[in-house]
């Protein structure tokens, strides 16, 4: 949720960070320490104009290799589709799986992926 981290990182320091800069550090010291980061489908509140659908679906858009890419993204997402009733931007959570993690036995289609890749 990177405009919302810009905007609490500012409430809590008093300092306002440029943007993406708090959301892209902390997911830098996860990847630091091991973790495989996975981005799941992009998030909004219900107030965010329904157009920004498309755009927030389209894989081929979207910037999955590179987390300063991935966070200014969300930006130009809210900028393209702002909303004159919500103002914390769009956001996608970030499945972080520990390096050691093994998942025996999975049942869902996402536990047999993330089995088959942790074992990479």
């Known amino acids: 949720w990177p405009k919302g981290m810009d905007l609490l990182s500012k409430e809590s320091t008093g300092v306002k960070a440029d943007p993406c800069v708090v959301p892209v550090t902390l997911l830098h010291n996860l990847i630091d320490a091991g973790y495989r980061l996975y981005a799941l489908p992009v998030l909004t509140h219900p107030k965010a104009p329904r157009e920004s659908a498309r755009a927030r679906n389209d894989l081929s858009e ?3 290799t590179n987390l300063t890419d991935s966070c200014d993204w969300y930006y130009r997402l809210e900028e393209r ?22 998942i025996e036995d999975p049942v869902t289609d996402t536990g047999k992926a993330l089995r088959q890749w942790t074992k990479v």
Do not use: T
């Not at 009733?85 to 972080?96: F, I, N, P, Q, T």
């Open 62 to 64: 979207r910037p999955l």
């Open 81 to 102: 589709f702002p909303s004159k009733d919500y103002y914390m931007g769009y956001w996608s959570d970030v499945l972080a799986v520990a390096p050691e993690a093994e």
